[in-house]
T-cell receptor
């Protein structure tokens, strides 16, 4: 069975600095997708960044980038130039297509606080 | 990507009563998903709802407790029945946008059972 582990329950970072959130997963699949979602206090789940497992190049979206290590089953999120609006829960998610539908498995989340 | 309108955004309910949560999508989607997020926890899939067929429930969730309707390709409801304080959670609906785009989520319903 697939599992997703986020080993950092809480983290904090000074505004304008860089922070890295860790995520590891366990799967025997070869084709899958990985995502980072942000959930601010408004509860809305917002897609931050995605990575296809077959792509070696790390995904980047503005200040957000990932370090995808397929062999190590690691998928960390780096936030550069942190902003107060980045304060939120961050969830790592593993997705695969199975039995005619997409199935997500979420990690337990990392609560990030950006300090002024 | 799809836009999902979910309501109510929050409610406080008496134990033993039921609450129905609605999700409206601005485009037709084949599958809709219902999640529960208990306080301080991650998201747990309750069920997958296809239009015109019975919902598929995950282990630990049953239709009598969480009946789901999916009358058309843009709408679904989740009912939390015979509520107890343990049902206090955030409930989210979502739709799959394909592997490339992942899921889009509704804004969630914060349910408190007293």
């Amino acid at each position: 069975a697939q599992t997703v582990t986020q080993s950092q329950p809480e983290m904090s970072v000074q505004e304008a600095e860089t922070v890295t959130l860790s995520c590891t997963y366990d799967t025997s699949e070869n084709n899958y997708y990985l995502f980072w979602y942000k959930q601010p206090p408004s509860r809305q789940m917002i897609l931050v960044i995605r990575q296809e497992a077959y792509k070696q190049q790390n995904a980047t979206e503005n200040r957000f980038s990932v370090n995808f290590q397929k062999a190590a089953k690691s998928f960390s999120l780096k936030i550069s130039d942190s902003q107060l609006g980045d304060t939120a829960m961050y969830f790592c998610a593993f997705m695969k297509f199975t039995s005619g539908t997409y199935k997500y498995i979420f990690g337990t989340g990392t609560r990030l606080k950006v300090l002024a | 990507s799809a836009v999902i309108s979910q309501k109510p955004s929050r409610d406080i309910c008496q134990r033993g009563t039921s609450l129905t949560i609605q999700c409206q999508v601005d485009s037709q989607v084949t599958m809709m998903f219902w999640y529960r997020q208990q306080p301080g926890q991650s998201l747990t899939l309750i069920a997958t709802a296809n239009q015109g067929s019975e919902a598929t429930y995950e282990s630990g969730f049953v239709i009598d407790k969480f009946p789901i309707s999916r009358p058309n390709l843009t709408f679904s409801t989740l009912t939390v029945s015979n509520m107890s304080p343990e049902d206090s959670s955030i409930y989210l609906c979502s739709v799959a946008q394909g592997a490339r785009y992942g899921y889009t989520f509704g804004s969630g319903t914060r349910l408190t059972v007293v």
